[in-house]
């Protein structure tokens, strides 16, 4: 499995932007497709954005689609996540995680989660 360390959350004001960062442990980090998910306080995770391991396949949840942007360094074993136009509603805990193999949105096909970044959006 491989370590995640996810970093750049904080508070932000509705409109503004973040920048999330998830380093990641390993050598078979260029072959593994990745993704980004979140929770907020009493609801279940939810899938925001996943990246194919060559970074060219990208795919979104429905409410962060035109918004975010995720994308890769694998010379670096980095994926980022860049928030625009943030919303109160997306304020919860943002896990960076790493697939079992197959390129997808749901949570059980990935195996190493990050310990996550809060992500505060201010009304």
């Known amino acids: 499995q491989v370590q995640l360390v996810e970093s750049g959350g904080g508070l932000v004001q509705t409109g503004g932007s973040l920048r999330l960062s998830c380093a990641a442990s390993?050598?078979?980090?260029?072959?593994?497709?990745m993704g980004w998910f979140r929770q907020a306080p009493g609801k279940e995770r939810e899938f925001v954005a996943t990246?194919?391991?060559?970074?060219?396949?990208?795919a979104y949840g429905g409410s962060v689609k035109g918004r975010f942007a995720i994308s890769r360094d694998n010379g670096k074993n980095t994926v980022y996540l860049q928030m625009n136009s943030l919303k109160p509603e997306d304020t919860a805990v943002y896990y960076c995680?790493?697939?079992?193999?197959?390129?997808?949105?749901?949570?059980?096909?990935?195996?190493?989660w990050g310990q996550g970044t809060q992500v505060t959006v201010l009304s």
């Open positions: 390993g050598r078979f980090f260029s072959s593994i497709n």
């Open positions: 990246i194919t391991a060559d970074g060219v396949t990208t």
């Open positions: 995680a790493a697939s079992g193999g197959v390129f997808s949105t749901r949570r059980t096909a990935y195996n190493s």
